[in-house]
């Protein structure tokens, strides 16, 4: 199965979770300015909701997407709030005929912060356990 993970990380914890979920599924993660060089089955698509919207290199990543390029995308989000990307990006695909994957992980801000060790790494551990469910 090819795994790929493409994150969009303004402040730095989208990375964290995609590098988990990377480190999980035995890829790299890479930002979204790195197109896809081959067809994925799972794309691992990460990035957060900044003043109502997706970040411009999000959108433009989504966009670019080609029908056939993805099996399935897999979405995960980090925020204060509970908000989750999946309607956004939904929308940005319609028409591409490519799979979204109906579960989204989405970890608070506040569930990242280092000082709090025990709490980052269950965040971690949730990210990883999350990568490995969807790749089975």
Do not use: C, W
Request: proline share 4%; glycine share 10%; aromatic share 6%.
């Amino acid at each position: 199965m090819k795994v790929e993970v493409r994150y969009q990380s303004k402040s730095g914890n989208t990375k964290k979770v995609a590098d988990a979920i990377a480190n999980a599924a035995g890829v790299q993660a890479l930002d979204v300015e790195n197109p896809l060089a081959e067809p994925a089955d799972v794309l691992f698509l990460g990035g957060a909701i900044y003043a109502g919207g997706l970040n411009g290199k999000l959108k433009k990543f989504i966009k670019g997407l080609q029908e056939g390029a993805v099996g399935k995308i897999v979405l995960f989000s980090t925020a204060m709030g509970p908000k989750h990307i999946g309607p956004k990006v939904e929308a940005l695909l319609k028409g591409k005929n490519i799979p979204l994957e109906e579960e989204e992980l989405h970890i608070r801000s506040n569930e990242l912060l280092p000082e709090d060790r025990q709490q980052y790494d269950a965040a971690m551990e949730k990210a990883a356990q999350f990568a490995k469910k969807m790749t089975e």
